[in-house]
């Protein structure tokens, strides 16, 4: 064992042969095997149901007074490893270890001791043996992504059936591709009635369908219209000046706290809050005006 990683996660007496200079590396604050029953896979089988995830995490602090003060606010808490495993997992059902990997090392290294953190995190039950990714990640790349991603003050448009038919549509999509303010479309069924069927999950995810295929509809209307599906492609959207038009079915079936039907009002007013959105506007009907933009 010579790599960083393998070094964070051994044993004190395999360090103490690699280490020589021990005494001025950054001490390390760890949590291990810490085992949590989570959905989570990119496969069918994965989804209602759940398995035995194993994390293991050590944080290398910056030097502090905590052993002098024996106060645990001068030092990183194992709380707060753990609240951030408990944190990411319940922001959003996954399909990846590496994502949530990345999340959980993102979130330690917000709090001002850590310098650098690896992650371990190992399937329990999908095989004869673990599982698992191992990464590490330090606070300037922490900051440097978060820098890229952040997004203000989003605004979230809701369009009624009727503004696809609305000759105003050209020139309010004109009016949005000119805008420097970042949006995105949200849409509804449409007008012709899906399948109906007894089974309430089936149902939910016939619904969702028939809002994607509404999305592309528009999409055809116009090619500056993109429909998008994942977090990442409406970030992208919003800091590219792109008309985003949101394919519900991805972030609302893994979401964890997320809404339990598809209507589609309540999954725009959903999305704008988990966008921290600047506005929420349904156009196209009750009165409103596709002449006027939002």
């Excluded at 004190?12 to 604050?29: S, W």
């Excluded at 994965?46 to 290398?60: D, I, M, P």
């Excluded at 004109?174 to 007894?198: E, H, I, K, N, Y």
């Amino acid at each position: 064992m010579t790599d960083d990683a393998s070094i964070a996660f051994g044993t004190l007496e395999q360090r103490a042969g690699i280490e020589p200079d021990a005494e001025n590396r950054p001490d390390r604050i760890s949590v291990r095997d810490h085992v949590v029953d989570v959905e989570i896979g990119a496969f069918q089988s994965e989804r209602g149901t759940t398995q035995r995830l194993s994390f293991s995490v050590v944080a290398e602090v910056a030097p502090n007074d905590g052993a002098q003060t024996d106060d645990v606010d001068d030092i990183l808490s194992y709380d707060k490893i753990t609240e951030a495993i408990g944190a990411e997992l319940a922001a959003e059902r996954l399909n990846l270890l590496e994502t949530l990997a990345e999340r959980i090392a993102d979130r330690i290294l917000t709090v001002p001791q850590p310098l650098r953190v690896f992650v371990r995190i190992e399937k329990l039950d999908r095989g004869p043996g673990k599982l698992g990714v191992e990464i590490v990640r330090t606070r300037v790349s922490a900051q440097a992504r978060e820098g890229a991603t952040k997004i203000s003050n989003p605004r979230v448009i809701y369009l009624e059936s009727a503004a696809f038919t609305d000759p105003d549509l050209r020139s309010f999509l004109d009016r949005l591709a000119a805008d420097p303010r970042a949006f995105v479309l949200c849409v509804g069924m449409g007008d012709s009635p899906g399948p109906q069927v007894d089974d309430a999950t089936a149902q939910r995810h016939i619904d969702l369908l028939a809002i994607e295929q509404n999305a592309w509809r528009l999409s055809a209307t116009d090619a500056r219209c993109v429909v998008v599906g994942t977090r990442t492609e409406l970030d992208w959207g919003m800091k590219n000046n792109q008309i985003s038009v949101w394919a519900p079915s991805k972030l609302v079936l893994d979401a964890v706290d997320g809404p339990t039907g598809a209507d589609p009002r309540d999954l725009a007013a959903w999305l704008a809050d988990a966008l921290s959105a600047k506005a929420l506007v349904v156009v196209g009907e009750d009165g409103s005006s596709l002449q006027v933009l939002p």
